[in-house]
């Protein structure tokens, strides 16, 4: 299977791919909620058994240290994070715990995951493990079993695409992933998930957002930050932006459509004339609009759809617009 018909195929049906590079930490204890909540942007303390949210932690300068996946089973709440940031969290969390009821774990290796992405993913997942996770919910979990080991299955969506992820120790993966493909899914190779991730127009962390980018630079405010919480680091900067203002900030991750079929690097510069601008972040060719799309910070005077860049690599100057995101719905 090509790289076109991989794409396709996943678009249609449900691609599989292992999720074990990323980070997983566990933190148990009665005041786990409590303790995570103080200190990242999402609502934690309301989340019951079986619900999770996508959330980041700041510097009190309102910047990025890492974004996750926050996952309540029951017992424990499962970080899903950047495997790069994983060990820095661990020690940012240990030196916050005083007298709170609060344990950490980092079961990155003792555990995999595996992703399944399409249309057909819970339907896949559930002829794999038996189990019905059609109606399931952003972020909704529960445990089952496979070949007498756990699985947490969660609802994960990615890529622009319904997903389904499903952590059990690390010794089952190859057979979980094995089992996935007998139900119908298609392997999904990394680049083709570029390409979906890109055309969804999802930032990814140490990509798209770095340890120097402010949460609503980047668009994940709506999914990330809950206003109706109380303090945490970083929450001044936020709500500063969000209130004096006006939510605007000097610059924005946008979606652009490039002109002709070169790819431009990420880092490729941005202009207006003889005025940098912006700089590109991310960039594929996409299979659907059938040119190349791009991720990338502008100059917020340059941020509305329509505006026009130019982006240069090298000698290479390539006319790009500004496209509202997801760039394939």
Known sequence: MNL??????VRQGAGVIDRGARGRIV?????R????????????????PGTGCYAALLTPQGRMIADMQVFELGEVMLLDVKREVKDLLLERFDQLIFSEDVQLGDVS????????????????????????????????????EFQGELVVVARSDGFGLPGILLFTV??????????????????LSTDVAEVLRVEAGDPAFLVDMTDDTIPLEAGIETRAISYLKGCYPGQEVIIRIRDRGHGKVARKLVGLTIAGNDV???????????????HVTSAVFSPTLA????LGYVHRDFASPGSTVTIVDGDRRMPGTVTELPFVR
């Open 4 to 9: 076109l018909e991989e794409y396709a195929a």
């Open 27 to 31: 933190v148990r204890g009665a005041d």
């Open 33 to 48: 909620r409590t303790f995570l909540h103080a200190l990242l942007t999402n609502d934690i303390a309301l989340l019951a």
């Open 109 to 144: 290796d003792a555990w995999g995951c595996v992703g399944v992405y399409g249309p057909q993913a819970a339907d896949v997942a559930g002829r794999t493990l038996a189990g019905d996770f059609s109606q399931y919910g952003p972020f909704q979990n529960s445990r089952t």
């Open 170 to 187: 690390a010794g089952r993966i190859a057979a979980l992933t094995e089992a996935l493909l007998a139900s119908g899914a298609v392997p």
């Open 264 to 278: 431009p690097p990420a880092g490729s510069r941005m202009v207006d004339g003889d005025k940098d601008v912006g």
């Open 291 to 294: 040119k190349p799309v791009a």
